[in-house]
């Protein structure tokens, strides 16, 4: 059976990596970002992809991704895999952070999260012989404190509470998993989003590098294959050894 699957921030980076590795299975891929992933989606056809479709869409916006929801459905008849992937980070001293940068935060990272995930899961039929696939990246920082992240470590620990829940509330049909990704390589770690010194203090780790968004989406295909049918309700580090709860 040929799958199908939905990849959101897919424009780049981790998503775009996953995107990529599920067209070389030969899945239909759907790819979204709030900009345009047509670049990655002539890679995503290139690479084998049965059919793709890439469409712009914020995942804040309800009406955006019903209006995505709506596409996928049209293309494909409904949804085998979702990796959620969409999401942004923020890094300043509390007493520096307006209320408007934690709402965008939260509005991006965990509505954004639930907006995708119950539209997808809307889509899904899956049973308890072949159960369909809910993969949400969260992050490493999700398992504990750090300065100058607040927002973004509670968005991160939300989507947590979000898979959780539903992987009991949808069990044994859909199974849903978080990765929680360590420091990797991607546009998220430049210096738009991340001081010079949190980059540094990010390779202290014990594998002393950046990880690759590939290693990542390495993940995803197992945790959406056959290896990944008894996994529900976990965070997953891919992490170098950043943390080790």
Known sequence: MTRRVLV????????????????????????????????AGHAAREAGAAEVLALACDVSDEAAVFALGQSVRGAFGGLDVLVHCAGIIHEAPLLETPVADFDRVIAVNLRGS?????MAIGLMDGSEQVPARAVMIASDMAYYGRETFSPYVASKHGVLGLVRSWAKE?????????????????????????????RARELSIPLARFGKPE????????????????????????????IMP
């Open 215 to 242: 290693e990542v989406a390495e993940l995803t295909i197992f945790l959406a294959g056959d290896g990944g049918r008894y996994f529900t309700g976990q965070g997953i580090s891919v992490n170098g050894g950043s």
């Open 114 to 118: 639930f907006l995708v995930g119950k």
């Open 8 to 39: 959101t921030g897919a424009y780049r980076g981790i998503g775009a990596a996953c995107a990529l590795a599920f067209a070389k299975t030969g899945a239909h891929v759907a790819m979204a970002d709030i900009r345009s992933p047509e670049g």
């Open 170 to 198: 949808f069990a044994p049909r859909i199974l849903v998993n978080a990765i929680c990704p360590g420091p990797i390589d991607t546009e998220m770690l430049g210096a738009d989003n991340m001081s010079a010194e949190w």
